[in-house]
């Protein structure tokens, strides 16, 4: 079955790093644009980072830009988000979403991403 699998969340000190990952699986990972989402309580999920299919375009949110890169590594059917410089704001559960040319999407279950001193 699908299976979009994300993984390293954490607490982290305004200023640090972390690295997402979200792994893929039972659907033709190369065939999907990827993106990360974000959504804090009583707000609506918010477009963080997509990249299309073999990597060609990416695109942030201005609050994200030059802090955070999307990268993907079809070979292991996995997307990842580099996040640097991180700050209280972007405290939030963060979604991997993939979504086809024909608009077929999966998401991911999310995982918790807090930035607190």
């Known amino acids: 079955q699908v299976q979009l699998v994300e993984s390293g969340g954490d607490l982290v000190q305004p200023g640090g790093s972390l690295r997402l990952s979200c792994a893929a699986s039972g659907f033709t990972f190369s065939a999907y644009a990827m993106s990360w989402y974000r959504q804090v309580p009583g707000k609506e999920r918010e477009l963080v980072a997509r990249?299309?299919?073999?990597?060609?375009?990416?695109n942030y949110a201005d609050s994200v830009k030059g802090r955070f890169t999307i990268s993907r590594d079809n070979a292991k059917n996995t997307v990842y988000l580099q996040m640097n410089s991180l700050k209280p704001e972007d405290t939030a559960v963060y979604y991997c979403?993939?979504?086809?040319?024909?608009?077929?999407?999966?998401w991911g279950q999310g995982t918790q991403v807090t930035v607190s001193s």
């Open positions: 979403n993939a979504r086809s040319s024909w608009n077929r999407e999966h």
């Open positions: 990249i299309t299919n073999f990597g060609g375009t990416t």
